[in-house]
């Protein structure tokens, strides 16, 4: 057998490697321009967006004592 087997299809929906290379870079070049000015503190520098807080949720009974306020 001379022929080498690949089971791995192309795949025309694959990131370019060369553009996934870049991004990385950006990204790390982004998160480490964060860093710079942060060094003596206590949290580590975050690159996400953290979601909205939530209201805190009242119990059942704090709501039934609310109506006759």
């Known amino acids: 057998m001379s022929r080498v087997f690949n089971p791995a ?10 553009e996934a290379r870049r991004l ?5 070049s982004e998160l480490k321009a964060g860093l710079v000015g942060t060094f ?3 949290d580590p520098v975050s690159i996400t967006i953290p979601s909205p807080a939530r209201e805190p949720r009242t119990s059942l009974i704090s709501r039934m004592l609310s109506i006759f306020r």
């Open 9 to 18: 299809p192309y795949d025309k929906y694959a990131t370019d490697p060369e």
């Open 24 to 28: 990385d870079q950006r990204t790390s």
């Open 40 to 42: 003596p503190a206590s």
